[in-house]
């Protein structure tokens, strides 16, 4: 095999590789483009799972909305809420579950397994903002009626020498005074 023959040869090899290197990232590409929205890979938007085990279907979080059965799959209710973490139990971090926030009340498990609120009631605020009136107290001092800080394992607390009347968390005309955050 002449040298001119060995080059061509080569070069057919290379430039097979470079098309099927290219092709591979035209894919990687779309597949990226096509799935940048959903926020864990194992998703499905229309499934009654609930990963974080906050009281919110996956469904419920990814779309903004209660949902109902009907024909077998889930649909959106009218009542809505911004988007929240399928993966995160608190996507605001400021103490309140999503579900909770969404609902205006504390949520607990029951024995049949089936998340319910319990006695606290309370306005329901936006699961993304952990201050929903902006006022720089955080939903869950308003709520509670005290100042904040966070333990070791990252879950608010109330500072029982630091309470106050509880005040309204859509209402920013009310806060009296500045969290302390972490």
């Known amino acids: 095999m002449s ?18 290197l290219g092709f591979v990232v035209i894919l990687v590409v779309l597949v990226q483009k096509n799935t ?34 009907k024909e077998g799959s889930l649909q959106c209710s009218t009542i809505t809420f911004p988007p929240t973490d399928p993966m ?10 999503d579900s909770g926030e969404v609902r205006g009340c504390d949520i607990y498990q029951r024995e049949d397994g089936v998340y319910d609120c319990g006695s606290l009631t ?6 993304t903002q952990s201050d929903t009136d ?7 001092s308003e709520i509670m009626g005290c100042v904040t800080w966070k333990d070791a394992r990252g879950w608010t607390q109330c500072d029982p020498e630091k309470t106050f009347t509880p005040t309204d968390p859509n209402d920013s005309a009310d806060a009296p005074f500045v969290d302390i955050r972490n």
């Open 88 to 97: 995160n139990t608190d996507t605001d971090s400021d103490g309140f579950w």
């Open 36 to 69: 940048r929205n959903i926020p864990h890979e194992s998703l499905i938007a229309d499934t009654f799972v609930d990963s974080d085990k906050d009281g919110l279907l996956d469904f419920e979080e990814i779309n903004g909305c209660e949902a109902y059965k």
């Open 3 to 20: 040298v001119f023959q060995r080059i061509k040869k080569d070069t057919q090899k290379n430039i097979f590789l470079i098309f099927l």
């Open 122 to 127: 309370y306005p329901a605020t936006d699961p």
């Open 134 to 140: 902006g006022d720089g107290a955080l939903d869950y």
